[in-house]
């Protein structure tokens, strides 16, 4: 059976530890299982990346012997197939232009009765489906509903991920209607990721677990833009000393590659794999390392 599996770091700053720790366990499920691994630059939210920390990326992925198996793709230079996918939901009926600032989006949620949480990208109730009233079209939303309606998709729907197993959301309701491009003329993530990882034909994909809440709409989006389905697997979040995930946000330092099989060895140590043998070059830690994650990780379901 055919592997390939991707790393997607966004450039908004160089890698840190737990950036490292999503590289390795995406290189090393690819390798256990005779795979290839890409790694795809997601650089659509032009205003949170920092000019050159692509590079510096894809230096640090290689000092620690993490090389990609083909040429790397850069979604800057995607838009062309990002509107192709685009247009494709809009000629189904499944896509539709909202003309909501955010301050009217969090308004109409409020006379709902809901409130916004933390980190939580609010739930967009669907107030311009049926038309713009009078608005200014900004932004691109899927109709999440429709779509469901129309291809008959089980309502929660449910995933499965290899690591955390049985998974379910009910993406009409606790997502709404997500954005596919957004007010700034931008490309949404979502939309970006579902169209790259079906070109780069991704067949496995291994990322941190932050992104596991995504996963639902992403599929959604598959099966309303007809491509395949990767199978799924988030790993463990390396968190800080204040017990937050380490983000390029928050200030993480960025990773220190001067001494590569440690910065190595913190990250397999993360991955709960054993410690490196005394004096093992970077090549044979990381054949040992795939070695010892093929023992502990589930078997590959298609
Ligand atoms: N670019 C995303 C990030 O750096 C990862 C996307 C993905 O792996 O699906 O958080």
Redesign the pocket.
């Known amino acids: 059976m055919p592997y390939i599996g991707r790393f ?3 450039p908004t700053g160089p890698l840190h530890a737990g950036s490292l720790v999503a590289a390795l366990a995406s290189w090393l499920d690819a390798r256990a299982h005779g795979g290839q691994w890409l790694v795809r630059i ?1 650089d659509v939210d032009t205003p949170r990346c920092i000019p050159g920390a692509d590079p510096l990326i894809l230096q640090q992925l290689a000092t620690c012997g993490l090389i990609p198996d083909a040429p790397v793709m850069w979604q800057s230079q995607r838009s062309d197939a990002y509107q192709t996918a685009l247009d494709t939901l809009i000629a189904k009926d499944w896509a539709y232009p909202c003309g909501c600032s955010r301050k009217e989006i969090e308004d109409a949620q409020a006379l709902m009765g809901r409130t916004r949480e933390r980190h939580i990208a609010a739930v967009y109730l669907g107030t311009c489906r049926h038309g713009l009233n009078g608005k200014t079209a900004r932004a691109w939303r899927l109709n999440v509903q429709r779509v469901i309606e129309d291809l008959k998709l089980a309502t929660p729907l449910a995933w499965h991920d290899r690591l955390l197993g049985p998974q379910e959301q009910d993406v009409a309701k606790d997502v709404g209607d997500f954005v596919l491009r957004r007010a700034d003329g931008l490309w949404a993530y979502q939309l970006a ?1 579902v169209v790259d990882d079906a070109a780069q034909g991704t067949t496995h ?1 291994v ?1 941190g677990a932050d ?1 596991t809440d995504n996963t639902a709409r992403q599929i959604v989006l598959q099966h309303a833009l007809d491509l395949p389905t990767p199978s799924y697997m988030h790993t463990p979040l390396v968190l800080g000393e204040n017990g937050e995930k380490l983000s390029k946000q928050n200030g993480a330092t960025v990773l220190d590659v001067s001494q590569p099989l440690l910065a190595l060895q913190n990250a397999a140590h993360a991955l709960g794999l054993p410690k490196f043998s005394d004096g093992a070059s970077i090549e044979q830690a990381l054949t040992e390392c795939a070695k010892a994650w093929k023992e502990i990780s589930s078997p590959v379901p298609r």
């Open positions: 997607a770091p966004s997601e990721v994909i990322r992104l």
